[in-house]
Structure formats: structure tokens, C-alpha cells
């Protein structure tokens, strides 16, 4: 994750980062006139995405289309871009980015929306190369029995994406941010809830933010209890962490390996901690499954109910 990222930004700050997007109504025939950059596509460049876009929509061969000289495109957009398919095209920055036959709602409203239902302390980018994914964060927490530099953020989660088909596909879920972990943001891909602007209901999707404000509360008191959980057999936690998480049996040597430098009376915590300490010094693919393997075990635990065990 690269630091930048780390950095909390204000609602207003983020607002004025994302794209300007601005929704053009016309139909399958307004590709001539955008490629010909006539009537309200005048200053605007059409992305080769939205041409291929058009040709699947068309049934015409993209590779064909790409290779025809003008004159033989203006023939098939002609015969083949219908005026009766409407569409949505999607300008910003001066440059036609997709388009969609299904209503649009542009990013900087799906983020009003949030911005004003969670009320965060900050806003991340975990993705710099994707401003269409953000962290709402609704509480920094730290704690003097924690590892130097261990601060947790929780909150809500936002992505979003254009369909050619549903518009904007939107998703939200709960997540925990150990600053300290280089892999970054825990997420549980079964807690997403997803919606798509074509069926536009932002009742629907306040409750969702709820339902994923009080689940990432739920994950920082579970992960929060891990301080105060002394444990018997730490090698018993380990063995349930790498099955679970699929993590390769050599790892798991050198994990248990390691189980006599934690000393007396270890907590959940000082397991977990070690857990997170040696993924940071493996290659990717393994340091992503042990951390996520430890922190999706936390995220589960703290979504169970507790008397029963059952998924809440």
C-alpha cells in the first residue's frame, strides 16, 4: 500500500479529487457525432472503450471496426448503430469514458450520499490508481498494550464501477485497517452488499451503510478483545488460522517455530501480532494469505453470535 494513500482526507478535499462527470443522453448514432466531435461531443474525445462498447452493443466485431479506414465506419455505424438503442454517455475530463443503456449516477453523488450518512473522522484512498474506491473512517484506535505504531482504523468501505449494462454497480461493506500490516485493508468479500444505478434507490442504500457501520464495530471490539485473551496453547490459534486460511505447510513450520519467543502467558493479540510480523517479510502472494488468513479469522469471529456460533 503505498503511504499516500494512508493519508486522511476531508470530505470536501476528496469531493474536489473525484472525476467531474457529466451524463449525455443520445443514442448508438451518437457515436458519429462524437467521433466527429459535433453537437455536445464538440470538445470531448471518445475513448476506444465506449467504441467497443458500441460495436458489442451492435453485434459488430470490434477487432473489423478498429481495422476499417473512416469511410467504411461511417458506413457501418450507418447501418449498424440504431438511433432506437439509447444510451448514457459518460464525459469527463474532456473524454466520452463509457457509456451505458442504463441510468447513470455519477460518483460524486454515490459519495454524497455517503459522506453524509457515515459523518467520517477522515477518508482514504486505498487504491491511489483507483479514485472510484474510498475508506470512510468512523474511528482511530490505539492502545498502549499494542505493538509501537499498531493504530486501527474501522469504517465503511465504497466502490463503484461502471456496467454498460446497470450503469454504475455500487458496493459497501465493513472493513479494519491495521496501519501496521503492509497488505492494508481487511474486508470479508460475503459481508459486500451491491446495488446498480438502473434500479437507483438510495433508501436501499443508507441501510446498507448502516448494516456495515455497525459490523465494522463489531470487528474492532472482537479485534480489541484479542488483548485481553490469554491463551493456553497458541499453537492450537496458528493451526486454525493456516487451515482456514489455506496457508502452505512450510509457513506453518516456521510459524510454530516461533511460538516459544512469545513468552508467558501469550494473548490472541501477541498471535496475531506475530502472524502480521512474518507475512510482512514474505513475497506477495504469500504475506497477502497470511494476513488476510488471520484477519478474515477475527472478522469471523466477530460476526458470530456468540452464544451459538451461527453467522449473524
Keep these: 500500500m503505498n503511504i499516500e494513500s494512508l493519508k486522511l482526507l476531508n470530505s470536501k478535499e476528496v469531493f474536489e479529487m473525484l472525476p467531474d462527470e457529466k451524463v449525455v443522453k443520445g443514442s448508438l448514432k451518437s457515436i458519429k457525432s462524437a467521433l466527429n466531435g459535433e453537437g455536445v461531443f464538440k470538445d470531448a474525445t471518445l475513448s ?17 471496426f478498429n481495422k476499417c479506414d473512416v469511410q467504411l465506419k461511417s458506413q457501418i455505424m450507418d447501418k449498424f448503430f440504431k438511433p432506437e438503442t439509447t444510451v448514457n454517455f459518460v464525459i469527463s475530463n474532456n473524454i466520452v469514458k463509457f457509456l451505458s443503456v442504463s441510468q447513470y449516477v455519477p460518483f460524486r453523488d454515490i459519495f454524497s450520499i455517503f459522506a453524509e450518512r457515515v459523518k467520517p473522522i477522515g477518508i ?16 482511530e484506535n ?4 499494542r505493538v509501537k505504531n499498531d493504530v486501527t482504523h474501522i469504517g465503511v468501505t ?16 465493513p472493513f479494519l485497517l491495521r496501519l501496521i500490516c503492509t497488505n492494508g485493508m481487511l474486508e470479508q468479500e460475503d459481508r459486500l452488499e451491491r446495488w446498480n444505478s438502473r434500479d437507483f434507490n438510495r433508501g436501499e442504500i443508507e441501510s446498507g451503510i448502516e448494516r456495515s457501520l455497525v459490523t465494522s464495530k463489531r470487528i474492532l471490539d472482537q479485534f480489541l478483545e484479542t488483548e485481553k485473551q490469554e491463551l493456553k496453547d497458541p499453537t492450537f490459534v496458528l493451526h486454525k488460522i493456516c487451515t482456514e486460511g489455506r496457508v502452505r505447510e512450510p509457513i506453518q513450520r516456521k510459524l510454530l517455530n ?8 501469550p494473548t490472541l493479540y501477541d498471535v496475531l501480532n506475530m502472524v502480521t510480523s512474518y507475512a510482512n517479510t514474505l513475497k506477495l502472494g504469500d504475506f497477502r494469505r497470511l494476513q488476510f488468513a488471520s484477519g478474515s479469522w477475527v472478522a469471523a469471529e466477530a ?9 449473524l
Design 48 to 64: 476506444e472503450e465506449v467504441i467497443e462498447d458500441a460495436c458489442s452493443l451492435s453485434g459488430v466485431p470490434f477487432r473489423f
Design 124 to 139: 482514504q484512498y486505498p487504491s491511489i490508481d483507483d479514485p472510484h474506491i474510498l475508506n470512510f473512517i468512523t474511528n
Design 158 to 173: 465504497l466502490k463503484m464501477s461502471p456496467s454498460i449494462t446497470h450503469g454504475s454497480l455500487i458496493e459497501t461493506g
Design 142 to 145: 490505539k492502545s498502549a498494550t
Design 258 to 265: 516461533q511460538v516459544p519467543t512469545l513468552g508467558n502467558k
Design 303 to 311: 460476526t458470530r453470535c456468540p452464544a451459538c456460533k451461527a453467522k
